[in-house]
C-alpha cells in the first residue's frame, strides 16, 4: 500500500504537528504567501498559509466562536463590525448570527485564499459571501482603518496570520490608534494573540501596545486542538469598558436576544466569562 505523504507543520523550528494527507485540493503561491489546502485523515480539511495551520474543518468551531461570539456579546450592542484577515470567511459567518449586526465589513489582504476557501472550504463561510449585510473587500487592513471613517465600527476583529510578514502591520501602534479612532465609544477590537505556551512575546508586546490606545486590555483564551501547544489567547481591548468582569446572566441574556444560545458547540456564558480568568503563566503577560 503506497505510504500517503505528510504535511508537516513549519511553525516552529523544533516542534510541530503533521497531518496524513489524503487527497491535496490546492497548493500555490499568491503574492502574499503560500497556500496549501489538502484533505487530512483526521481532521477534515485543513488550510494552511506559509506552512502554519490556520483552520481545519474539524476544529473550526472552537476558534471562531470565541473571537467571534466573545467581543460582540460583551459589546451587547454591536450593529457595525469590521473582520480584518479571515479569509476563509468562518469569522463572517459567526458575526451574520448574530441578529442585531447591521453590518459586517471583511478585508483579506490576499483575493486567492477568499477565491480558495469559496471553492474548497464551502462550509466554513456557508451563505456568509451572499449576506446583504456583508461588504468583503480585498485590501490591507491598515490600509482600510487609516482610511475609515471615525466612530464607524462598534468591533473590530482581526483574524491575521501572525505578526510575520503581511499580518506585522495589524499589530502596530499605528494600527490600534487608527483602530480606536473609527471605533465608537464602547467599541473594542479583539486580535488573534497566538500561544503563549510557545509565543508569549505576541501576547506581552501586542497587549502593550494596545495599551497606548485604549484604557482597558485584557485577553481571554479558547483550546483550539490544532494550535498547538495548549491555550490560544484573544488579546482584547475596550474604549467604553472592561471585559474581564461580565456578568454571566447578563452574557446569558444577550446570547438569548442575538439568537446565539445553543447553537454553539464550544461558546457558552459560562465558557465567555471563564476564558478571561487566566492561568498565572498566561496572565503573566498581560500589562499591569
Ligand atoms: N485563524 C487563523 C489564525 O489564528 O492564525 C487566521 C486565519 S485567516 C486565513 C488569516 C488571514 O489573514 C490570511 O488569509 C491572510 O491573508 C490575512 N492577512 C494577513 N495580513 C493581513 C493584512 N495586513 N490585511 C488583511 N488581511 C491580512
Known sequence: MT????????????????????????????DFQDIAIFESQTHGRVLALDGVVQITERDEFVYQEMIAHVPLL??????????????????LRRVLQHTGVRRAVMVEIDGEVIRLAREFLPSLAGD?????????????????????????FDVIIVDS?????????????????????????????????????MQADELRQTSLRRAKSFPH????????????????????????????????????????????????????????????NLPPYIAAHLPG
Open 128 to 152: 456568509a459571501w451572499d449576506d446583504p449585510r456583508a461588504e468583503v473587500i480585498v485590501g490591507d487592513g491598515i490600509d482600510y482603518v487609516a482610511s475609515a471613517a471615525a466612530d464607524a
Open 217 to 276: 486590555v485584557s485577553a481571554y483564551v479558547a483550546a483550539v486542538p490544532t494550535y498547538v501547544g495548549g491555550f490560544m489567547t484573544l488579546g482584547v481591548a475596550a474604549k467604553g469598558q472592561g471585559l474581564a468582569d461580565a456578568d454571566v446572566e447578563l452574557i446569558r441574556a444577550r446570547a438569548t436576544a442575538s439568537s446565539i444560545l445553543g447553537k454553539t458547540q464550544y461558546w457558552t456564558p459560562e465558557i465567555h466569562v471563564g476564558s478571561f
Open 3 to 30: 505510504s500517503r505523504p505528510w504535511f508537516d507543520e513549519t511553525l516552529y523550528e523544533g516542534w510541530g504537528q503533521r497531518f496524513r494527507i489524503v487527497r491535496e485540493l490546492a497548493t500555490l503561491k499568491s
Open 74 to 91: 460583551a459589546h451587547g450592542a454591536a450593529k457595525s463590525v469590521l473582520i480584518i484577515g479571515a479569509g476563509d470567511g468562518a469569522v
Open 161 to 197: 496570520t501572525d505578526p510575520i510578514g503581511v499580518g506585522e502591520v495589524l499589530f502596530s501602534d499605528d494600527f490600534y490608534a487608527q483602530s480606536a479612532r473609527v471605533l465608537t465609544a464602547n467599541g473594542l477590537i479583539v486580535n488573534q494573540c497566538g500561544v503563549p505556551f
